[in-house]
């Protein structure tokens, strides 16, 4: 049944992928591995980016376009080989979908075991459903975008913490930082936790997977390092990210960008005392901070896209969570069910009516930063529950 299953997903993904081949988050990887594998040329280099651009355009970039440059470093890029052995696009895409809808699916898993969840299990359906059908985790997932696959090793990871399994965490934790814009920040307040409490065993993990990982890349591309450094600073200026500076700036000219640097000062500060606070407290106390980290990456000046908003889902599923443990009544579970289907469904309500509108910029604006404002809000409001837990089966995180 299971294998039937995901043939099944696997077949309607290809079949979206024939009809919407415009997605390049995949593909530009993907091609790299192609040319890399077939023809032996580096990936960074202009014949593959040109081979991309034919493939994508149907003619050179010009001008204003995404010229296409693979930005993924190459040990990262080796992932990318196995798909690279399918040559029809459709298929290893409708693939890649497929592998990314069970990374959710474990995420939603991972997120729960982490949150201490004891819930109907005719409710994990629901969020399961909801993992794909939430906005954010639905662009990321069409894009074809890794951020849904770090999420998984960063909830992985935690999860490995929680239970001990340090090397298991260091490896997993080290892989979630490939995503630096939606995770790096993170990645720092884990490390710096780890060091606090001398746990070094994550540490020696995570170097060991960062040393294989360079080692197989420099043996496959010995002269990989500086073709992707440059691939990734011109792809970074070709691609629409957002800052709150740059929204202010759009709003207020004469003053934007200096709201948003004071707003930078004021959240960093914030972030910077609740991480002093959860050095030494209980594993919740240690979710909450890593969840309001996640929540304020983007609302801090680091730049970002509606994609990386799917990082949120295991914020989203500590505040339900804590939501529904004070809500003290039979029916509680049913209150989250009934509130992911009304974010799922307001979400895409507000989308598909700006884009009625032909509001593409006010409707990516709300993408970037409503959902991290409002779940800041709440994180706040359910602060003091969550960090202090009715129930004696969450306890102290391991030292």
């Known amino acids: 049944m299971v294998i039937a299953a995901l043939g099944g997903l696997t077949w309607a993904n290809m079949t979206y992928a024939r009809a919407h081949p415009g997605e390049t988050d995949f593909l530009v990887p993907w091609l790299g591995a192609q040319t890399f594998l077939q023809y032996g040329n580096n990936p960074y280099e202009n014949p593959a980016t040109q081979r991309a651009q034919l493939i994508y355009y149907g003619h050179l970039a010009k001008e204003g376009e995404d010229p296409l440059r693979l930005d993924v470093p190459f040990p990262i890029e080796l992932f990318y080989f196995p798909f690279a052995f399918f040559p029809e696009y459709a298929f290893a895409c409708g693939l890649w979908m497929t592998f990314l809808e069970a990374a959710l699916v474990f995420t939603i898993l991972f997120s729960l075991a982490l949150t201490g969840w004891k819930s109907p299990r005719a409710l994990w359906v629901v969020f399961t459903i909801f993992s794909v059908m939430w906005i954010h985790t639905w662009l990321a997932l069409i894009a074809g975008n890794t951020i849904i696959i770090t999420t998984l090793c960063m909830v992985g990871g935690l999860l490995a913490l929680r239970?001990?399994?340090?090397?298991?965490?260091?490896?997993?934790?080290?892989?979630?930082?490939?995503?630096?814009?939606?995770?790096?920040?993170?990645?720092?307040?884990?490390?710096?936790?780890?060091?606090?409490?001398?746990?070094?065993?994550?540490?020696?993990?995570?170097?060991?997977?960062?040393?294989?990982?360079?080692?197989?890349?420099?043996i496959f591309l010995p002269g990989w390092f500086l073709p992707s450094l440059r691939a990734i600073i011109v792809e970074y200026h070709a691609q629409a990210y957002f800052t709150p500076g740059i929204v202010f700036a759009g709003w207020w000219p004469a003053i934007g960008k200096k709201i948003g640097w004071l707003l930078a000062i004021l959240l960093a500060t914030l972030l910077f005392l609740e991480w002093h606070a959860a050095r030494g407290e209980n594993l919740r106390h240690l979710l909450w901070t890593i969840s309001v980290t996640l929540v304020i990456t983007p609302l801090i000046g680091i730049p970002t896209n509606p994609d990386l908003n799917a990082v949120l889902i295991f914020p989203l599923i500590l505040f339900l969570t804590v939501i529904a443990e004070r809500w003290g009544r039979p029916g509680r579970w049913w209150l989250v069910g009934i509130l992911l289907i009304m974010i799922c469904a307001s979400s895409w309500g507000v989308t598909c009516r700006l884009t009625a509108h032909a509001s593409f910029a006010s409707l990516r604006t709300l993408l970037v930063y409503a959902i991290p404002s409002l779940m800041l809000i709440g994180l706040y409001w359910v602060r003091w529950w969550a960090i202090h837990p009715p129930r004696t089966e969450f306890g102290e995180l391991p030292r």
């Open 163 to 218: 239970i001990k399994k340090d090397e298991v965490a260091g490896a997993l934790l080290l892989l979630s930082a490939f995503q630096p814009l939606a995770n790096g920040i993170l990645t720092l307040f884990i490390f710096w936790w780890v060091l606090h409490h001398h746990r070094w065993r994550v540490l020696w993990g995570a170097l060991m997977v960062l040393g294989l990982l360079l080692v197989a890349g420099f």
